[in-house]
């Protein structure tokens, strides 16, 4: 069982940035695949950035060139830099582990953005 827990959400105004963090269990996170899913009101869950276990990270139209997701296999953390921030980012943030074709979820974190 792996428990990923998320942090740094928070209220920020149009064009700051955020910096969200993951924490997830276990000795086998450098072996897990590694996400960052959004959820706001009304709307579907969507991607919004990935990195492998190998390290390649990719990411949603919608953040591209604003969202920078990095892991650091040595503390079992994965961040997700957010710069540039705009009122549609505004949703729960969820990190996933993904290992052994099961996934873990967080709590989910709340990113607020002001206009």
């Known amino acids: 069982q792996v428990q990923v827990v998320e942090s740094g959400g928070g209220l920020v105004q149009t064009g700051g940035s955020l910096r969200l963090s993951c924490a997830a269990s276990g000795s086998a996170f450098r072996f897990s695949d590694m996400n960052w899913y959004r959820q706001a009101l009304g709307k579907q869950r969507e991607l919004v950035a990935a990195?492998?276990?190998?390290?390649?990270?990719d990411y949603a139209d919608s953040v591209k060139g604003r969202f920078t997701i990095s892991r650091d296999n040595a503390k079992n953390m994965v961040y997700l830099q957010m710069n540039s921030l705009k009122p549609e980012d505004t949703a729960v943030y969820y990190c996933?582990?993904?290992?052994?074709?099961?996934?873990?979820w967080g709590q989910g974190t709340q990113v607020t953005v002001s206009s």
């Open positions: 990195i492998t276990k190998g390290g390649s990270a």
């Open positions: 996933t582990s993904e290992l052994l074709s099961r996934t873990y």
